[in-house]
């Protein structure tokens, strides 16, 4: 059976679903949804939202237990219970029927099953074959299984397959330190797991300014969390009721080995191209996902991408934003262009790490005549016992203008996510200096560093 619609999304996740409602509500499309596994994504179902649910229960957990003793609140040792918080997670889902439901209830026309692009209009599903002018592809990614001896007769788990454990294990061996990797690894140590993170780089969170990243990583390392980096996992494999890994530095000098109860895969994305014969219509991918320009447009003609399945910023935000650029295009003949320059973003430790512009690194890399400050602590540090911080102003000697902030502290994605638009606007460090701030916030930590500015000024 064919059927024709004015825009066919392959994908159910955030991006399709930005996509289909701005063309159906500023473009009046008639918009079919393609969907294999997962209505509603990996947002609501296995990445964000359960992940934080999972952050907010670690970090109450820790508070009971450092914090509740010193400010008078008398209370025995708070214990995590797995299996109860699994299924507090599993709780805050929409049920899959629930998804098909409000989607056509929009409209929408929704189709469970594998798609399979037959040319440059039609997408099969089954039986049905689905033709318009336009596809968006916005089918996401899974984790990598990077090339690690005996990995999976030894086995792994990922942050989906974590969130589904009932037990916490006595020692997890993370391989991987960007934002998830982080956040799994203080996650389950303050669930009580022992837990090792390594990473090939020289050091963790690579993609954030070099001296959040050591502010980050000290306060990691003092919740008991051993940092590996410039170091592989070579190999691992069973033995008894143990993995036993083996560690390589990059150095070339000899493998360490040690045994540990659960081995968590945080190194990388692959996209969602199984299946979709991408190869045989010849639109241009690589190993990170298929390439787009700056309006989505992939090498096929009549063919969007958004999401993760491009691998330019893989953030629920922009996927959505991915989403709407390419369905301007779509419909407009003078669509606007993707713009990542201001683009804030978190990691979900606790502290929070927090950014947005330019790290001191790529300031000075653009040839800007680089200035920076910082300031360490604000009093609400005292209050919880925080004892890690950064708030650091990145910006151009000469006119002023901020050009990035990095923040480590509670609330860090709140703060840079406001201050984002001073960034875009062109605020300079004196304007943050010289605005009125609240006391007492995490924030006011970004006005104070400013005021460092003024003594050079």
């Not at 990445?47 to 914090?67: F, G, I, M, S, W």
């Not at 945080?266 to 700056?294: C, H, M, Y």
């Not at 893989?314 to 201001?342: C, K, L, N």
Request: with cysteine; aromatic share 6%.
């Amino acid at each position: 059976m064919s059927e024709q619609f004015d825009l066919i999304v392959i994908g159910g996740g955030s991006a399709a679903r930005a996509a289909a409602d701005k063309a159906e509500r500023d473009y009046d499309a008639r918009v079919a949804l393609v969907e294999r596994e997962r209505w509603g994504g990996s947002r609501p179902n296995i990445a964000c939202q359960p992940t934080k649910a999972y952050v907010v229960v670690a970090e109450l957990l820790h508070d009971v237990n450092t914090r509740a003793g010193t400010i008078g609140i008398d209370v025995g040792a708070a214990t995590p219970n797995l299996a109860r918080t699994h299924a507090w997670k599993e709780g805050l889902k929409k049920p899959q029927p629930q998804w098909i439901e409000e989607l056509q209830a929009r409209g929408y026309s929704t189709f469970t099953g594998e798609a399979t692009l037959v040319d440059a209009r039609t997408v099969r599903v089954g039986y049905d074959d689905l033709e318009a002018d336009r596809i968006l592809i916005a089918t996401g990614s899974r984790t990598a299984v990077p090339p690690i001896d005996g990995i999976e007769d030894a086995g792994w788990v990922d942050h989906v397959s974590a969130l589904d454990l009932t037990e916490v294990p006595e020692s997890l061996l993370v391989v991987g330190a960007g934002a998830v990797g982080l956040e799994f690894s203080q996650i389950f140590t303050r669930f009580g797991s022992k837990v090792t993170i390594v990473d090939g780089l020289d050091r963790i969170a690579p993609l954030a300014d070099a001296e959040a990243s050591a502010t980050l990583a000290a306060a990691l390392e003092d919740e008991g969390i051993e940092i590996v980096v410039s170091a592989f996992v070579k190999s691992a494999r069973r033995e008894g009721g143990e993995i036993v890994a083996a560690i390589a530095p990059r150095d070339g000098s000899a493998p360490r080995e040690f045994g540990v109860s659960q081995i968590l895969l945080a190194s990388g994305r692959v996209p969602n191209l199984d299946g979709l014969n991408v190869e045989q219509l010849g639109i241009e991918t690589s190993k990170l996902g298929i390439a787009v320009d700056e309006h989505m447009r992939t090498s096929v003609e009549g063919i969007w991408a958004a999401g993760d399945i491009d691998a330019v910023a893989q953030f629920t935000p922009v996927a959505q934003y991915q989403a709407r650029i390419a369905v301007a295009d779509m419909f407009e003949d003078d669509g606007p262009a993707a713009d990542y320059s201001v683009l804030p973003t978190s990691i979900f430790t606790d502290p929070e790490l927090g950014s947005v512009g330019l790290t001191e690194e790529q300031a000075r890399e653009e040839g800007y005549e680089v200035e920076t400050v910082t300031h360490d602590s604000v009093k609400r540090f005292q209050l919880i016992g925080e004892e890690h911080g950064l708030f650091k102003v990145v910006f151009d000697g000469e006119t002023r203008r901020v050009l990035g902030l990095h923040v480590v502290s509670r609330n860090a994605a709140d703060i840079v996510q406001g201050f984002s638009l001073g960034v875009k606007l062109g605020a300079t460090v004196d304007d943050l200096a010289g605005m009125h701030h609240v006391f007492p916030t995490f924030g006011e930590g970004i006005k104070a560093a400013a005021e460092r500015a003024l003594v050079h000024a």
